[in-house]
Each structure stands twice: as structure tokens, then as C-alpha cells.
């Protein structure tokens, strides 16, 4: 596929995925957007679904191939899909990324900031928080910055 056509079909995926828009979403998979481009500012296609709790978008997203753990990096879109879901207390979408194997211990900032289950508990989000000690977080030590 050509690099323009790509670009465009990556713009187009982001603007359904703000409409929270799922057949659109589908239908710019099939024909070839990439689960796992990023925007121009680094912001992953799944950590969007995930923080803004669509979780039929994010299911689409992963069973097209969307790691469930990748980090995003955009100003103000850092972190991974699961530490984004839990901070807004989106539990539809913390299932779906639970049943994609998507990691309950992993820490956001490489590893060094918070995880899923701290987001969850400062929401407070007690759905989202059992939902995560449900599926083997447990409260940690590791101070958050």
C-alpha cells in the first residue's frame, strides 16, 4: 500500500474512532488501516478507544492486531490502553483489553508510573478496580510519581 494512502486511511481511522463510530472503524480496517499507527504526535489507535471507553472499537483494534500492551506517547495521550481505561473507569473496555491478554501489572512510563489498578483506585473507579484484582493486579509499594 502506498505511504499516502496509508496516511490517509490512518487519519480516517482516528476520526471514527473519536466519533466512536465501530462499523466505520471495521470498515477502514478492511481495507487496510493499521491497528497500530500512530498519529502524528504518537498517540496509538487502542489507547484512544481505551480512554475514551469505547470498547467495541477497541475489540475491533485488537482482534485487527493491536498489541494491548503497546504505550502510547502523545502529549497528553502517554500511557498504555489499560492504564487509560481503568484511569476513566471504562470497565467494558478494561474487559475487552483483559480478555485480549492484556497485562495487569504493566506500569505505564516504561515501567516507572502507574498501574492499571492505581489509575482505578485514585478514580476512584471500584467496578474498574475489581475488575483488575480480578484478573491478578494487586496493590504495589512502588511509589507513583
Given at each position: 500500500?502506498?505511504?499516502?494512502?496509508?496516511?490517509?486511511?490512518?487519519?480516517?481511522?482516528?476520526?471514527?474512532?473519536?466519533?466512536?463510530?465501530?462499523?466505520?472503524?471495521?470498515?477502514?480496517?478492511?481495507?487496510?488501516?493499521?491497528?497500530?499507527?500512530?498519529?502524528?504526535?504518537?498517540?496509538?489507535?487502542?489507547?484512544?478507544?481505551?480512554?475514551?471507553?469505547?470498547?467495541?472499537?477497541?475489540?475491533?483494534?485488537?482482534?485487527?492486531?493491536?498489541?494491548?500492551?503497546?504505550e502510547s506517547s502523545g502529549p497528553g495521550s502517554e500511557g498504555t490502553p489499560l492504564c487509560a481505561a481503568a484511569c476513566?473507569?471504562?470497565?467494558?473496555?478494561?474487559?475487552?483489553?483483559?480478555?485480549?491478554?492484556?497485562?495487569?501489572?504493566?506500569?505505564?512510563?516504561?515501567?516507572?508510573?502507574?498501574?492499571?489498578?492505581?489509575?482505578?483506585?485514585?478514580?476512584?473507579?471500584?467496578?474498574?478496580?475489581?475488575?483488575?484484582?480480578?484478573?491478578?493486579?494487586?496493590?504495589?509499594?512502588?511509589?507513583?510519581?
Amino acid at each position: 500500500m502506498k505511504q499516502r494512502k496509508r496516511k490517509k486511511l490512518s487519519h480516517h481511522l482516528f476520526e471514527a474512532i473519536l466519533a466512536g463510530d465501530a462499523l466505520r472503524t471495521k470498515a477502514l480496517l478492511r481495507r487496510g488501516a493499521s491497528p497500530e499507527g500512530r498519529d502524528t504526535d504518537g498517540t496509538t489507535p487502542l489507547y484512544l478507544a481505551s480512554v475514551q471507553g469505547e470498547a467495541e472499537t477497541a475489540r475491533l483494534l485488537l482482534e485487527a492486531g493491536a498489541s494491548p500492551d503497546t504505550e502510547s506517547s502523545g502529549p497528553g495521550s502517554e500511557g498504555t490502553p489499560l492504564c487509560a481505561a481503568a484511569c476513566w473507569g471504562h470497565t467494558e473496555t478494561i474487559r475487552q483489553l483483559l480478555a485480549h491478554s492484556a497485562d495487569p501489572h504493566l506500569r505505564e512510563d516504561h515501567g516507572a508510573g502507574r498501574s492499571p489498578l492505581e489509575w482505578a483506585d485514585n478514580g476512584p473507579h471500584p467496578d474498574a478496580a475489581e475488575l483488575l484484582r480480578a484478573a491478578g493486579a494487586r496493590p504495589t509499594t512502588h511509589p507513583a510519581p
